[in-house]
């Protein structure tokens, strides 16, 4: 059985950084894109970044271009996200997930979501 485990969330002062971390169990790891989404109150949950099963290839929402990044470690079977510049806006819970497509860009693409960790930007 597929778990995703999320770890990495708090409270951070706005302009701050967070280290996301997302280890994989029960699944091929190098056979699925992975991604990370958010949601925050009152509003969908949307993806913001993902890199490829094949190539690595990533992919970020505007919202998070150039502060975000993703990377991923296949030998321990983990995604990280690392948030630069945090802005209150980026206040939500933040959620890994895995998905066999080769770009994984649409939230139905996914299949296997962790649990969710809380991200907090005090401004």
């Known amino acids: 059985q597929a778990q995703l485990v999320e770890s990495g969330g708090g409270l951070v002062q706005a302009g701050g950084s967070l280290r996301l971390s997302c280890a994989a169990s029960?699944?091929?790891?190098?056979?699925?894109?992975m991604g990370w989404f958010r949601q925050a109150p009152g509003s969908e949950r949307e993806i913001i970044t993902s890199?490829?099963?094949?190539?690595?290839?990533?992919y970020y929402a505007d919202s998070v271009k150039g502060r975000f990044a993703i990377s991923r470690d296949i030998a321990k079977k983990t995604v990280y996200l690392q948030m630069n510049s945090l802005k209150s806006e980026d206040t939500a819970v933040y959620y890994c997930?895995?998905?066999?497509?080769?770009?994984?860009?649409?939230?139905?693409?996914?299949?296997?979501w962790g649990q969710g960790t809380q991200v907090t930007v005090s401004s």
């Open positions: 997930a895995a998905s066999p497509y080769l770009r994984g860009r649409l939230r139905r693409e996914y299949d296997n």
């Open positions: 029960g699944l091929t790891f190098s056979a699925y894109t």
């Open positions: 890199i490829s099963r094949s190539d690595g290839a990533t």
